[in-house]
């Protein structure tokens, strides 16, 4: 009987055990999960999580931020008498909240024990004493949860998601004591900042991409940073990547000792085309091929998720300035050539090349619509003679080492790409920066392509 109840409360909590509340300008959802450990996970999509040890278990509080109000985001943001009353408005909300799931969670999983305990007992007067026994264990699953509660767990919160890269969007979390009204001010300031994160991400161009967009994520010139490889995951799983291209230089210098930073791509779950940058070797192209869908390209094509790629590598190894010559250009610009004579051969016209080196780019123009290059460090965007979209990415690895010689630290650089299921035209693309080593900072900036347009966005 004790089994059934419990099974019942399960089965409850898993259909009722949930609601939708306004909190400050947000629509959130508040859900309840039967969970080991118990911890309150507050998610803000796209961005990420962020999970709070608030009590131990045997349930989780899930709570997502769904839809931003807009309006009310407005009327808070342009009248400081609201962000000062914010706090309260915020706890008020929370409260009640929370004061709805609890009973619509108890109703639900006394009404599943005693459905449960009437199929398997056949009997009323045991189905009375399964939602009895439910009673009990929901009022011990309560009291575990209000004894542990711990108001002061926004000091350490364990973010997720690229919210890892930006921890200041709650402030200063080690100054967070467990005091209400500390705790109170520290849920204004983060509903005060994710309001004017979204209230930005509001006036971003009006392109929504559906279930049919194919997602692609330009990365380039990593140069052996670690760091990129969270940044890249975190993307692939927030914006739901379909396939990553890489245009080059992911090592400084193309040693052996190098090879083993080609691991990771193998772990990132979805294809990885790439080309050799001028300080990539070969062994480290090689060594790249070996990755699970890792795809190289040197004048070739390859269809990935249904679009057609096709690049060529950098045809000059030049890891430090004493290897690089001046007359390197001309050879650059003949790599362009050579992949737009072999391009005119290849069983589907491409979709969008790939190349080092924006000189390369030349050659390619009116072969397809989209080039993307990296190589520079730094983004730019421009169109090629015949509608052909050249877009040139920043460094994703910050420069590596280089990258913190400046006396501001190289910034992350990476942009998702949307391309139409049909054409595989790009529709928009969204440019993701990230401070450089020791700043936290992340913005997001999107860009729709108008087809008709014939210059820079």
Avoid at 226 to 253: C, E, M, R, Y
């Amino acid at each position: 009987m004790m089994l059934v109840a419990l099974v019942g409360i399960v089965l409850g909590v898993l259909l009722g055990g949930h609601t939708t509340h306004k909190v400050g300008p947000f629509e959130s959802s508040f859900i309840l999960t039967p969970a080991f450990q118990g911890d309150t996970v507050v998610g803000i999509p796209p961005l990420g999580a962020l999970t709070l040890d608030s009590h131990d278990g045997p349930v989780r509080l899930n709570v997502t931020l769904d839809r931003l109000r807009q309006a009310d985001a407005r009327r808070l943001l342009d009248k400081p008498a609201g962000l000062k009353d914010i706090g309260d408005q915020a706890a008020h909300d929370v409260r009640g909240a929370l004061l709805t799931l609890a009973l619509r969670t108890s109703l639900a999983a006394l009404l599943g024990a005693l459905a449960l305990g009437l199929l398997v007992f056949r009997s009323l007067r045991r189905a009375l004493l399964t939602g009895a026994m439910s009673l009990v264990l929901l009022g011990a699953t309560g009291g575990v949860a209000a004894l542990t509660w711990d108001p002061a767990a926004l000091r350490e919160p364990t973010y997720s998601g690229l919210l890892t890269n930006a921890p200041a969007l709650i402030g200063n979390a080690r100054d967070i004591t467990a005091r209400f009204d500390i705790y109170r001010r520290e849920l204004a300031s983060l509903v005060t900042n994710v309001s004017r994160l979204y209230a930005a991400a509001s006036t971003l161009s009006a392109y929504q991409p559906d279930s049919a967009t194919i997602r692609v994520l330009h990365v380039s010139d990593l140069h052996l940073n670690p760091s990129a490889w969270g940044v890249i995951n975190s993307i692939v799983k927030q914006f739901k990547i379909d396939v990553i291209v890489d245009t080059g230089d992911l090592t400084d210098h193309g040693s052996a000792a190098e090879t083993g930073f080609a691991d990771e791509i193998g772990k990132l779950g979805v294809p990885y085309v790439t080309i050799r940058g001028n300080h990539d070797s070969a062994q480290i192209m090689a060594a790249v091929a070996r990755q699970r869908d890792a795809v190289v390209l040197d004048g070739t094509e390859h269809e990935v998720a249904g679009v057609a790629f096709a690049g060529i590598g950098d045809p000059r190894f030049t890891p430090d300035k004493d290897t690089r010559e001046a007359k390197s250009d001309d050879s650059v610009v003949a790599a362009g050539e050579a992949l737009a004579a072999d391009a005119r051969g290849f069983p589907r016209t491409p979709d969008v090349f790939l190349v080092h080196d924006p000189k390369t780019a030349g050659p390619l123009a009116g072969l397809a619509p989209l080039v993307l290059a990296g190589h520079l460090h730094k983004r730019s965007v421009r169109h090629l003679d015949g509608a052909t979209l050249l877009l040139v990415q920043g460094s994703t690895g910050g420069a590596g080492l280089r990258g913190v010689e400046k006396e501001r630290p190289t910034p992350l650089e990476c942009s998702v790409l949307y391309l139409d299921a049909d054409s595989h035209h790009l529709r928009a693309y969204d440019n993701i920066t990230l401070g450089g080593l020791g700043e936290s900072t992340v913005t997001i900036d999107r860009t729709v392509v108008d087809p008709t347009e014939r210059s820079t966005p």
